[in-house]
């Protein structure tokens, strides 16, 4: 009740600013650790790249871009944050406004193009607060750097300790040719960087990759293929999509930038379903694109996602809404006579 007289003002409110507002929120470290925790047996709890989740929901990059509040949003019930994304510099993003709510479609459209800190300051910020919960950190390259993969291995040796696992973000569509990197040449040569990289270091963390929902059949199968062949260690299916704007009902439906939230559920399922059905279950996938509720988290799951991402629910749900989601999880599955969440992983993606 309090989150909707609050969300009504929200609203009103530029979506920039009220997320400024969230962020100061969080940071003042005020909410009670038990408050959002969630009375839990084994059910939600599972082992990706060897490390364990209390349950399948995090948070995905872009809502906490200078790892300032990692450690309240696993008090608010999230099993696992993703950081970033952080570039080598820091950088202001594209001119404002760049972030438009669709409060029609519970959708939102952003063309942020990576705000952020950079990597020393985040990397100070980081080893002055430690973690309390899975930290993920999302990397991604300069605007202006042209050599991406430079910016790439940059990033890596920066965060590799700290992180639990790193993204690479090859997926916004706000960074010019950002998204040619989905190229089988050049996809090809930023694996082999990075097994170069982990020959000579001895902690093994996964490096997954965030791919980009526009991806037709023959490119996923192209992609599944080069991924099964150099044994990656995982996606994140899907970032904002850039298709698909027309048949939505909001005024700022035409706005520039990529499209999260519900209109983005169906496309980032059908992608998860094509790659999990090319891997076989070999390659985890966190899902990500538009998941809301209990229903919307179990569907991505069934699809083939073994962990799952939001940030549009946030906006739209409230602060609550990962404890929601896990409480309407447990129900599905147990009303399905599953022991385990990770029993339901792909089970639709035939
Ligand atoms: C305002 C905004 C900023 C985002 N910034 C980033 C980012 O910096 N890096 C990234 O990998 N994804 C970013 N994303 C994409 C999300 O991480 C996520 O993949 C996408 O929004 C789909 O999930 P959702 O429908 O639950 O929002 C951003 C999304 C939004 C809405």
């Known amino acids: 009740m309090l989150y909707q007289i609050f969300n009504s003002f929200l609203k009103q409110t530029d979506p920039e600013v009220a997320h400024e507002f969230a962020i100061k929120f969080l940071k003042k470290k005020i909410i009670p650790f038990d408050l959002f925790k969630l009375k839990t047996d084994n059910t939600l709890k599972s082992k990706v790249f060897g490390i364990n989740f209390q349950n399948p929901i995090g948070l995905a990059a872009g809502f906490d871009k200078n790892a300032e509040v990692y450690n309240s949003i696993y008090k608010l019930g999230f099993a696992f944050s993703e950081v970033g994304t952080i570039t080598p510099k820091p950088q202001d993003g594209n001119p404002k406004p760049r972030v438009f709510r669709l409060n029609s479609d519970n ?7 990576f705000p952020n800190e950079g990597m020393e300051r985040v990397y100070e910020r980081i080893k002055n607060n430690p973690k309390q919960g899975v930290l993920g950190i999302n990397i991604g390259p300069n605007k202006e750097n042209a050599t991406k993969e430079d910016d790439y291995l940059l990033c890596i ?12 973000n090859i997926s916004s569509p706000n960074t010019p040719n950002l998204r ?21 270091i001895k902690e093994n963390k996964a490096i997954i990759f965030k791919l ?17 062949e150099k044994k990656i260690d995982g996606l994140v299916l899907t970032n904002t999509t850039v298709v698909g704007k027309e048949l939505l009902l909001d005024i700022n439906k035409n706005k520039e930038g990529g499209l999260s939230g519900y209109p983005l559920n169906l496309i980032s399922n059908q992608v998860i379903k094509k790659f999990y059905k090319n891997f076989k279950g070999k390659i985890p996938i966190i899902g990500a694109g538009g998941v809301s509720d209990g229903f919307s988290a179990y569907e991505k799951i069934k699809c083939g996602a073994n962990l799952l991402q939001l940030y549009t629910a946030i906006v739209f749900r409230g602060p609550y809404v ?8 447990m129900n599905l599955i147990r009303k399905d006579g599953l022991k385990n969440i990770s029993d339901a992983v792909g089970v639709n993606a035939n």
């Not at 989905?182 to 082999?192: A, F, G, V, Y």
């Not at 980009?212 to 099964?228: K, T, V």
């Open 322 to 329: 990962a404890s929601r989601i896990n409480k309407e999880l």
């Open 157 to 168: 040796k920066k965060f590799y300790q700290q992180a639990d696992y790193i993204t690479i």
């Open 107 to 113: 959708a939102i459209i952003n063309s942020l193009g």
């Open 180 to 200: 040619n990197l989905h190229d089988i040449k050049k996809i090809t040569d930023l694996i082999n960087l990075l097994h170069n990289f982990k020959k000579n």
């Open 212 to 228: 980009s929902p526009n991806l037709d059949n023959s490119e996923i199968d192209a992609l599944s293929e080069i991924f099964l």
